[in-house]
């Protein structure tokens, strides 16, 4: 008896991610394909709640639901500990909230130790939660990095931490030549919490950082054949292991209680209506809201353009008013004559970039959304916001060549984008003949290609594995 229980004794990973959906919805991913990779793994998902990210539970249950290996368990502090309201999502407010979380987390998983048979052989850490890496070595459990982001952005974030506080903090107009990019970076596309002279941000950023190199192996959302030179160099001897496992996409699609069956049979049944290639979608991300007078602009830009759309027009939250409420007078009945375009408060991004009648984006430029468009062949116009999206846009429009450019460094509360830049940047991106068009479809079959089996992101999942498994 004793012999038939070790034979179905398996190797448990624990997996602690931010609630941030753009992290949840690519480290769920890679969860269903280390346990779909290897019958001998088994998974526990700790889930952290925030009042702030009220969704995340139920998407993480709903997109776990058929995955019997990947059981989910609540981290919740005591009642009395009121949680912190969050005033803007900030490297300083990860690092406060994930310290103050540590002792929580530690018994949650001594009580994960003590009742599964399993043996627990790594941790494996969004990058916003690596200080929980304390809580790894503490109980004898090596971390695993990972990095939903680029490798790009990850030997940026490596630069800053070997930096002097006051270097960063000094960066105005100038290039930066950083380990990892084959020229010189504009500051201009600095990611935000670097973009700044609030030195809370840049040591909290550069806490963070130091605590990556401390890990065992670093998983990048990012293929090989897109960032082969970033990957060479981050093998260096120096940095912990690069597991290169993208692109990880959620085919499944956010779910979001908004969009009704109603509603989505209404938007589809407009795409299928239109010509292959012709519809240009336009959407921001979770957090892509614009003030009245930028989707006024926008609004006239489309217009002016001709170009057929799909706009995720999402209302701003600290008003009564609907974002339609702001659009210049005569658009909407414009645009009901006319038949070319559609707006929606949000859309199943994955399924609408799938869909044969679209045939650009004007998007924030997250990683997330550049992977999904490099999958369906979709070329992006780039319109970054926040984060390290201004990073993302100079990559794809000046060392890929795989976007067009609207702007590569615009941050939230810039100068408004006029109509006629906005009219100038879509019809440039449904021109179909421009170089940009052939290079996406290139990489989308290097995409693909990536994720089969014996391809480059399977080799790296098969190798994660081993090394898992392997040092225990």
């Known amino acids: 008896m004793g012999t038939m229980v070790d034979m179905e004794k398996k190797s448990e990973l624990i997996f602690i ?54 059981q989910i368990i609540d981290v919740e502090p005591p009642p ?44 494996v850490l969004d990058f916003l939660c690596v200080p929980f890496s304390d809580v790894g070595k503490d109980l004898g459990i090596p971390s695993y990095l990972f990095f939903p982001s680029n490798a790009g952005f990850l030997s940026l974030c490596l630069h800053f931490q070997k930096c002097q506080i006051e270097d960063v903090l000094n960066n105005s107009n100038h290039e930066l030549l950083i380990q990892g ?19 809370e941000q840049v040591v909290a950023c550069n806490k963070l950082t130091k605590k990556f190199t401390e890990t065992k192996g670093i998983i990048i959302n990012t293929l090989s054949e897109l960032e082969q030179y970033g990957i060479d160099t981050l093998t260096d001897g ?10 990880l996409i959620d085919f499944k699609g956010l779910l979001n209680p908004s969009l009704d069956k109603v509603q989505h049979n209404r938007l589809f049944k407009w795409l299928d209506e239109q010509p292959p290639c012709s519809v240009v979608f336009l959407c921001f991300g979770s957090m892509g809201i614009f003030d009245p007078s930028q989707t006024r602009e926008i609004a006239l830009g489309l217009q002016r353009s001709g170009v057929r759309f799909l706009w995720a027009l999402r209302s701003p939250q600290t008003t009564d008013n609907k974002a339609e409420e702001t659009l210049p007078e005569g658009f909407l009945e414009w ?20 869909h044969k009648a679209i045939g650009g984006f004007v998007s924030h430029c997250g ?23 201004q990073l993302n846009a100079f990559r794809m429009v000046r060392e890929w060549g795989l976007a067009f450019e609207l702007r590569v460094d615009y941050r939230r509360g810039s100068a408004l ?3 006629d830049e906005i009219e100038k940047g ?31 992101s399977f080799i790296s999942v098969r190798k994660l594995i081993d090394d898992m498994i392997g040092s225990n």
């Open 17 to 70: 991610s931010s609630t941030l959906i753009g992290h949840l919805s690519s480290i769920l991913e890679l969860a269903q394909i280390l346990i779909n990779s290897d019958n001998h793994l088994s998974i526990t998902i700790l889930i952290i709640k925030h009042q702030a990210t009220p969704f995340s539970e139920s998407y993480i249950r709903t997109v776990l639901a058929s995955q019997p290996q990947i």
């Open 80 to 123: 009395e500990e009121e949680q912190t309201p969050i005033p803007q999502f900030t490297a300083s407010f990860f690092w406060s909230f994930m310290e103050w979380l540590k002792p929580h987390v530690k018994s949650t998983m001594q009580n994960i130790l003590s009742s599964y048979p399993n043996t627990v052989v790594g941790l």
């Open 181 to 199: 990019f084959p020229s010189l970076v504009p500051s201009s596309v600095i990611p935000d919490d670097y973009y700044t002279r609030d030195e």
């Open 238 to 247: 120096q940095t912990p292991p690069i597991y290169p496992v993208g692109p």
């Open 335 to 354: 645009m009901e004559l006319e038949g070319k375009g559609m707006l929606c408060e949000w859309a199943p991004q994955v399924e609408v970039l799938a």
């Open 367 to 389: 990683w997330n959304s550049i992977l999904e468009s490099l999958w369906f062949g979709v070329p992006i116009l780039t319109w970054p916001i926040y984060g390290e999206q």
């Open 417 to 419: 984008v006029m109509a």
């Open 426 to 456: 879509l019809k440039h991106l449904m021109d179909k003949d421009k170089i940009v068009h052939k290079k996406v479809q290139e990489m989308k079959e290097m995409a693909r290609k990536a994720v089969l089996s014996g391809s480059s």
